[in-house]
């Protein structure tokens, strides 16, 4: 598992690679809130892209940044681009209330719109 950071333009994206679950995603969440609290982002984007696996853990880490990122009057958006990671999403009724697309420039776009 990999973290990469980015910011641009009040949004933190953050990229993660390989596998997503509960043997991690405590160290994740923590860096993640570290890291809104340090750029003042106001916007989050999950890139999933390289996302190679994702239990229910994960689910939990998107619902918990939502929480956190609305608080801020803030926006989430993922990016999948995998079927697999796609599906758990949508099974998971995430795409209700958060935005999917397939690129982090459509994302960004997402997050600036009003």
Request: net charge positive; hydrophobic share 40%; glycine share 6%.
């Given at each position: ?25 405590r ?26 696996f ?5 689910i ?55």
């Open positions: 598992m990999q973290i990469i950071f980015q910011t641009q333009d009040k949004t933190l994206i953050v990229k993660i690679t390989g596998e997503l679950d509960h043997h991690v995603v160290e994740i969440k923590d860096r993640i809130d570290k890291k809104i609290a340090s750029t003042k982002a106001k916007n989050l984007i999950f890139d999933f892209s390289s996302l190679s994702m239990d229910s853990s994960g939990g880490l998107i619902v918990g940044r939502y929480k956190l990122v609305t608080s801020l009057e803030g926006k989430i958006i993922i990016v999948s681009s995998t079927k697999t990671i796609d599906r758990i999403i949508n099974l998971a009724g995430i795409k209700k209330i958060i935005k999917t697309t397939t690129s982090v420039d459509e994302a960004l776009k997402c997050a600036k719109e009003g």
